[in-house]
């Protein structure tokens, strides 16, 4: 049975008029990306990847993700907040990974030099892919029942797209309907993503106290997802439009950030309020140590951070596998019913630190490579490792340290649903696709007090059945939205 969002059932010479139209609407409703290359073309505006139409969720799964959100945001904030946690979890990756050791001297110094900022902000997305307990045909109809929610990984630093997110339904609402669809508005429900997040930005800024100070969005010199980060300014300025906002690399922070002795951080005259980050979140993004030592400056400054290092330490996939341990949840979380709800979201998660525990593992993906995704502790796609890389990795790496910055998870097979991708480089045809679904959720707090804590909406993203990896700009997936039933 067909779903009935899929069988369109339209003439070519009708979709691609639909297509014309919802190609000028991403552009028109600022559903786009920057184009990317040099000089003048770099400044373009292109449509963001998508998807024609949405693709389905059912209800009572896309509740279940949003209703857990504000229960992940605190535990991750009370992880990021224990030290003894920290140091346990993170004491091997440390020593094989370079990048995991650079964040956590950074911590140590900041935890040295004494509490300069007790608040820490997040602006996070919990990612979940809806695991399919049927072998099902792509595009068969499956209940609720036959499908769980899992966790694929919790994002503290950069979560990105809340800002394109929150426009793309509308687009799958006008699709639909060209299409002589029927349906009811709220099966596209409202998400209000770039609004929640930016209402966190704000928060902080409010919090810190001096309206002169400025808000510094943190970012790369050759971004491409300029206008995502755009959108959460916009909405802001909705309720504050005397926020500054100013946008600099690390390195710009190096040569002209002043950190005072009291730990106030200054650009030229402006005291920065709140640091953004929208780069630094993996490896490359610290080509040389003057990056490390612009993270360092914000880090020790009484500036709140989104995120703090200590938010980004507990986003890595090695805490991810040691709060999936028995009984870790329980260390942080005392209502049993809690516990269970957020456990049944997690994967099967392995260590594989040296040792008995980690030879067991390494066993297993050796048997079954293909049951099994290998991660290094890094972020923005691209990285994992699948089926013969994993055996590879493994042959190469059975008994050194070097496998100690990977946690290894359980592969989740995804639902295969139908959707036209649009994006270049992929056909234009009805094609398989799976999709993983990201909640955001704000939190704003220190050790003593929690200022902020919701859930504000989701995103979807779509991708070709079979391709491994999940990122839009590195280029794997497009954005969409959940049609519910
Ligand atoms: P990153 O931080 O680089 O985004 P992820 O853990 O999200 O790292 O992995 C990238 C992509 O790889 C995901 O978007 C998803 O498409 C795919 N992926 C990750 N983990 C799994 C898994 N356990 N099973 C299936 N696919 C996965
Ligand atoms: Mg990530
Ligand atoms: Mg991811």
Known sequence: MATSIYDVDLPDWRLKEILDVANEWTICNGVSIKSGGEGVEARKAVSAPYSLFPSVVPASILQQAKSSMVHFNRLMHKVALDHDFLEESLKNVIKADDFMENLWNIYLKVRDAGVKQPYHLGLFRNDFMMNCLNNVGPGELVSADQLELKQIEFNAISSSFGGLSEQLGHLHRLTLRMCGKQFDSDQIPENRSATGLAQGLA???????????????????????????????????????????????????????????????????????????????????????????????????????????????????????????????????????????????????????????????????????????????????????????????????????????????????????????????????????????????????????????????????????????????????????????
């Open 203 to 485: 928060a902080a800024w409010d919090l810190y106290g001096n309206p002169k100070a400025v808000l510094l969005y943190l970012i790369s010199s050759d971004e491409r997802n300029v206008i995502d980060q755009r959108w959460l300014e916009f909405k802001m300025y909705n309720t504050h439009p005397q926020i500054r906002v100013l946008r600099r690399t690390l390195a710009e922070l190096s040569d002209n950030g002043i950190l005072q002795g009291d730990g106030r951080l200054f650009l030229g005259n402006d005291e920065v309020a709140v640091v953004y980050m929208r780069d630094g979140y993996t490896a490359e993004n610290y080509p040389t140590l003057k990056e490390w030592d612009g993270r360092l400056k914000m880090e020790l400054s009484t500036a709140i951070k989104c995120p703090s290092i200590q938010y980004q330490l507990v986003g890595s996939k090695k805490i991810q596998q040691e709060l999936a341990r028995p009984g870790a949840l329980e260390k942080f979380i005392s209502d049993p019913a809690i516990v269970q709800s957020i456990r049944s979201t997690f994967a099967d998660l392995y260590s594989l630190d040296l040792g008995e525990e980690g030879d067991i593992a390494v066993g297993k993906a050796l048997a079954a490579p293909d049951k099994f995704v290998l991660k290094p502790q890094r972020e923005g796609g691209g990285h994992n490792l699948y089926s013969e890389a994993i055996t590879n990795f493994f042959t190469t790496y059975s008994n050194s340290k070097e496998r100690e910055g990977y946690i290894l998870m359980q592969r989740i097979f995804p639902w295969q649903q139908k959707n036209y991708l649009v994006k270049a480089g992929v056909p234009f045809v009805l094609s398989n696709v799976v999709s993983e679904v990201g909640i955001y959720g704000v939190y704003l707090g220190s050790e003593a007090e929690e200022k902020q804590n919701y859930e504000c909406g989701h995103m979807l993203r779509t991708k070709i059945s079979g391709t491994d990896e999940g990122g839009i700009v590195a280029g794997f997936a497009v954005l969409d939205t959940p049609f519910l039933v």
